[in-house]
């Protein structure tokens, strides 16, 4: 069964870090490219950041989080990571992450979805 479970998210306080986990099961991890989407309250679902198959040599960035986030991707665990760095409440969403063989940047066409984690971001 293919699946991707996301874990780390949790509440925190604005300027502090967090870092998801997307463990991919059920298919050659290393053959996808993975992105990271959030959806906040009442807004529609937003490209985060994205890493290509196999060895993660492209990365892109929302402009949002350029800077503060960090995208990468550990093989051997069939695992992607997003490190959060100085969060502010515009962050607060649940975060999702995705695969797909094809490499789009910041697109959305990904055929594999995880069920998201919370992060809330609040002093």
């Known amino acids: 069964q293919v699946q991707l479970a996301e874990s780390g998210g949790g509440p925190v306080q604005p300027g502090d870090s967090l870092r998801l986990s997307c463990v991919a099961s059920?298919?050659?991890?290393?053959?996808?490219?993975v992105g990271w989407f959030r959806q906040a309250p009442g807004k529609e679902r937003e490209f985060v950041a994205a890493?290509?198959?196999?060895?993660?040599?492209?990365?892109h960035y929302a402009d949002s989080v350029k800077g503060r986030f960090t995208i990468r991707r550990d093989n051997v665990k069939n695992t992607a990571y997003l490190q959060m760095n100085s969060l502010n409440a515009e962050d607060t969403a649940v975060y999702f992450c995705?695969?797909?063989?094809?490499?789009?940047?910041?697109?959305?066409?990904?055929?594999?979805w995880g069920q998201g984690t919370r992060v809330t971001v609040s002093s």
């Open positions: 995705a695969a797909d063989r094809r490499w789009m940047e910041g697109g959305h066409s990904y055929g594999i």
């Open positions: 059920g298919l050659p991890f290393e053959e996808y490219s």
């Open positions: 890493i290509s198959s196999p060895t993660g040599g492209s990365t």
